[in-house]
């Protein structure tokens, strides 16, 4: 699907909202994450935590099939490989991140941010013991996907 370019996307009815803050400020995660876990153990931490965002109360965004499934795990993680300080995987692969605009198509409130990041946390709490994932750079991890995943939302329901 080509949802780049699109304005407002073709998939949704909902209007697009914006943060009013604009693209977060955020730290940078320090590199010492990926040299200590390697895309191996960022893709099997990706694996875990789109099997969790299939179970969660956002699971109807996501595929519905294991297999689409970690194929969408393995784009996220991607990413990540470069946010945690490695190689511009995602860009070589896919192109520009444009990561806003990527999540255009899904209606994303508030309530399935706050989703989104109790998966990730559950995987996070889990990722120095089974990812290598260095224990003293948890929180700056946490830090950046609370800080970035803010920019993912574009709807705006009340009271959220
Ligand atoms: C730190 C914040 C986030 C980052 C860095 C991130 C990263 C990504 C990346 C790299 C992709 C693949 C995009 C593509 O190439 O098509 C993706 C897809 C997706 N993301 Fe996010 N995301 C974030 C937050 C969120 C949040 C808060 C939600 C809300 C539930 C969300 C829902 C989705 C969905 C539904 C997809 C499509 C999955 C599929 O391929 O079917 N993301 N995300």
């Keep these: 699907m080509d949802i780049l370019n699109t304005h407002p996307a ?3 009815d909902e209007p697009v909202w914006t943060p009013p803050g ?10 010492a994450v990926y040299h200590a876990m390697g895309e191996e153990n960022i893709t099997a931490f990706f694996h ?3 099997r969790r965002l299939g179970e969660s109360a956002v699971a109807h965004m996501f595929p519905k099939s294991e ?3 970690m194929r969408a795990a393995d784009k996220s993680a991607a990413m990540f490989v470069f ?3 490695g190689p511009h995987l995602y860009q070589q692969k896919y192109g520009r991140p444009m990561m806003r605009a990527r999540h ?14 109790r998966c990730y946390r559950e995987t996070l709490d889990e ?15 946490w830090k950046f ?5 803010g920019w993912m939302v574009n709807t705006k329901k009340e009271n959220t």
């Excluded at 604009?22 to 590199?31: A, E, F, N």
């Excluded at 255009?104 to 990041?117: G, K, M, N, S, T």
């Excluded at 290598?132 to 700056?140: I, K, L, R, S, T």
């Design 83 to 85: 946010l945690f300080g």
């Design 22 to 31: 604009g693209p977060p400020q955020t730290d940078r995660i320090p590199d």
């Design 145 to 149: 996907v609370v800080d970035f995943s």
């Design 10 to 12: 073709p998939d949704r």
């Design 67 to 69: 297999r689409n499934l």
């Design 48 to 50: 875990a935590f789109y």
């Design 127 to 141: 990722a120095p013991e089974k990812y290598a994932m260095p224990g003293e750079h948890v929180g700056a991890v």
């Design 104 to 117: 255009l198509p899904f209606v994303i409130d508030e309530a399935a941010r706050q989703e989104w990041l």
